[in-house]
């Protein structure tokens, strides 16, 4: 599935209710990686400051969790605009596809900015990781929150604009034909991470449903390593473990 094929099965969730018919299942998936990119973004940022800039273990956690949540979205864009938006400006009728395509372009140029603030981000990061420096570690806290609103306000006009546009036009099948084409550039390992990230967002009925709609053999993975891995990088994270 687009972004990680953990998470393939939360095209299905956006919040405690009944499952959304097949027309919304792209863009409940989108809402589901959006609000996980969010989260981890500010929390990096907020756990940056009060870290001791010298502990090169807390430093190495925080830099290398910065990196994996910094890859997801640029992978997300990258199949938004390569597979996603090109399925959607083909469903749309031609009365409409001229709009579309503006705010596909909109979206384009928004994206390309928050990419370009990821990769400064990762620099920032490495930054640290070699330095040991207040200065480094308040640089990279500040280029977290600086990335977390770019993406917040990114993310609120995608949502507004152009996840309706999927629910109206964009077919079922064209969506699982976007999700087949993905490929997910992840780890297993870094995948567990990410449905472990995904499952914190989620109340007891959408957490039963996603793992319902994994893999036996990922399911099998989530319960023999990847809940102790997820809780692990937690607490070194955070200093406490994940709230459920």
């Given at each position: 599935m687009p972004a990680t094929a953990?998470?393939?099965?939360?095209?299905?969730?956006?919040?405690?209710?009944?499952?959304?018919?097949?027309?919304?299942?792209a863009a409940a998936y989108e809402r589901v990686l959006h609000q996980l990119v969010?989260?981890?973004?500010?929390?990096?940022?907020?756990?940056?400051?009060?870290a001791d800039p010298a502990?090169?273990?807390?430093?190495?956690?925080?830099?290398?969790?910065?990196?994996l949540v910094g890859r997801v979205l640029l992978h997300h864009h990258s199949v938004?605009?390569?597979?996603?938006?090109?399925?959607?400006?083909?469903?749309?009728?031609?009365?409409?596809?001229?709009?579309v395509r503006a705010e596909v372009e909109d979206w384009t140029a928004r994206s390309a900015r928050v990419d370009a603030a990821l990769r400064d981000l990762g620099t920032t990061a490495r930054q640290w990781a070699v330095a040991g420096t207040a200065s480094a570690r308040d640089a990279f806290s500040l280029a977290c929150l600086d990335v977390a609103d770019a993406v917040d306000a990114d993310v609120a006009e995608e949502e507004a604009r152009l996840l309706p546009l999927l629910v109206e036009e964009l077919p079922h099948a064209d969506w699982c034909a976007v999700a087949r084409a993905a490929r997910c550039p992840l780890s297993a390992r870094d995948q567990l991470l990410v449905l472990g990230m995904a499952l914190e967002d989620l109340g007891p009925t959408n957490r039963a449903?996603?793992?319902?709609?994994?893999?036996?053999?990922?399911?099998?993975?989530?319960?023999?390593?990847?809940?102790?891995?997820?809780?692990?990088?937690?607490?070194?994270?955070?200093?406490?473990p994940p709230a459920r």
């Open positions: 953990v998470l393939g099965s939360s095209e299905r969730l956006t919040t405690d209710r009944p499952a959304p018919a097949s027309g919304v299942r969010r989260r981890e973004l500010r929390m990096l940022g907020e756990l940056a400051a009060w502990d090169a273990a807390h430093a190495t956690a925080l830099t290398r969790h910065a990196d938004e605009r390569e597979l996603l938006w090109p399925a959607l400006l083909r469903a749309v009728p031609d009365s409409r596809r001229s709009a449903r996603l793992m319902a709609g994994l893999s036996p053999a990922v399911r099998l993975a989530w319960r023999l390593r990847g809940r102790a891995a997820y809780r692990a990088a937690v607490v070194s994270l955070r200093g406490a």
